[in-house]
């Protein structure tokens, strides 16, 4: 499977950066996969609706864990992983409440992505116990 990222967008030269901006971001790890038809808990129906719009057939999502981090230039933030690794976000640039991400996970390329005019964004994060963990960055708060 591509790297899914539903929402993301690669930009070229980022925004400039003040040294002390910071953003909240919402951080949910979802397992993804065919094993069953679970959706635990029901919040990630909605996930499931937009996946299957995108013929993204997964049958079944669990949440393995839901954080609010705080992001801030140049220091990447990591989020554990279920299945051993870290993903690093660093904060890039704000703009009009705008926050431009880079989204780093290992043995994948990184991407960059926007929070704050779609919803969520969702990117692949690697396999974990026959499914697929997925990455659930929700922008900042206006």
């Known amino acids: 499977m591509a790297v899914l990222c539903a929402v993301a967008l690669t930009l070229g030269p980022a925004v400039a950066l003040a040294q002390d901006a910071k953003v909240k971001v919402q951080v949910e790890v979802v397992l993804a996969s065919n094993k069953g038809t679970a959706v635990e808990p029901a919040e990630l129906n909605k996930m499931k609706e937009a996946f299957q719009k995108q013929n993204f057939s997964f049958t079944s999502f669990k949440r393995m864990s839901l954080d609010t981090v705080e992001v801030a230039a140049p220091k990447p933030t990591e989020v554990k992983l279920p299945n051993g690794t870290n993903a690093s976000l660093q904060l890039l640039g ?3 409440g705008i ?6 996970i290992p043995n994948q390329s990184s991407v960059e992505v926007e929070l704050g005019r779609q919803g969520a964004v969702y990117q692949k994060a690697g396999k974990h116990v026959g499914g697929d963990l997925i990455l659930v960055l929700v922008p900042p708060s206006k």
């Not at 926050?99 to 780093?104: C, N, P, Y």
């Open 94 to 96: 704000m703009k009009d």
């Open 99 to 104: 926050a431009t991400l880079r989204v780093i």
